[in-house]
């Protein structure tokens, strides 16, 4: 229970110009409620007036039609009413349109400053003129190095860019990776036995 009273009721949404808003489509509403009512009403009032006519009741039929006259005039007044209102509307939610545009922009502006705040314009000039001196630095070089090599030398250069670019797509065997058999002793022995058997005959020729 404690909590649920403790509990800090959220801040409403709904602003003063939505409040506002409401309570004029509201009015709105209900004038077109009323002028829809009055026009049912004058056609009715209207449909009578020629009945008192063809009953030959002129002076009720006059009267009657006095009384229309007057509700039209209402009608007329209740629609320019009704056109203020919804103007006033419009006025009203285009304002709060351009509040939250306001507040766009004022959300920008001071961002701006923040960055700006953090980058001063010293340190803008100051990378700018690291930037230029390492592209400078950079076109020093590759002039020296276009000026030092030999026509043979960027041949070889691009030769061996070639070969490497090539390389890139060259499928190596994959090395074992079992032990190899061991040599019998016989096998080794026989390499000696070859060399002692061919060195008198080299000795033979020197002489």
Do not use: W
């Not at 507040?103 to 960055?115: A, F, H, R, Y």
Request: charged share 40%.
């Amino acid at each position: 229970m404690g909590n649920v009273f403790g509990r800090k009721s959220r801040p409403s949404r709904v602003t003063e110009q939505d409040k506002a808003i409401l309570q004029l489509k509201q009015q709105r509403d209900k004038l077109k409620q009323y002028q829809k009512r009055i026009t049912l009403q004058l056609e009715k009032e209207r449909l009578l007036a020629k009945q008192l006519l063809k009953d030959g009741r002129k002076e009720k039929a006059l009267l009657l039609l006095k009384k229309k006259r007057y509700q039209d005039q209402l009608l007329d007044k209740t629609e320019n009413q009704i056109s203020n209102l919804e103007r006033m509307v419009q006025d009203i939610e285009f304002m709060q349109i351009e509040m939250k545009v306001i507040e766009g922009l004022k959300v920008g502006n001071d961002c701006l400053k923040s960055m700006h705040e953090i980058m001063s314009i010293e340190d803008v000039e100051r990378i700018l003129d690291e930037t230029q001196e390492s592209i400078e630095y950079q076109r020093q070089i590759d002039e020296m190095l276009a000026g030092a090599l030999t026509q043979e030398d960027e041949d070889a250069v691009l030769a061996e860019l070639e070969a490497i670019t090539q390389g890139e797509d060259v499928a190596l065997p994959e090395v074992p990776t079992e032990p190899l058999p061991e040599v019998p002793e016989a096998a080794k022995a026989e390499p000696e036995r070859r060399e002692a058997k061919n060195k008198p005959d080299r000795e033979m020729l020197a002489a």
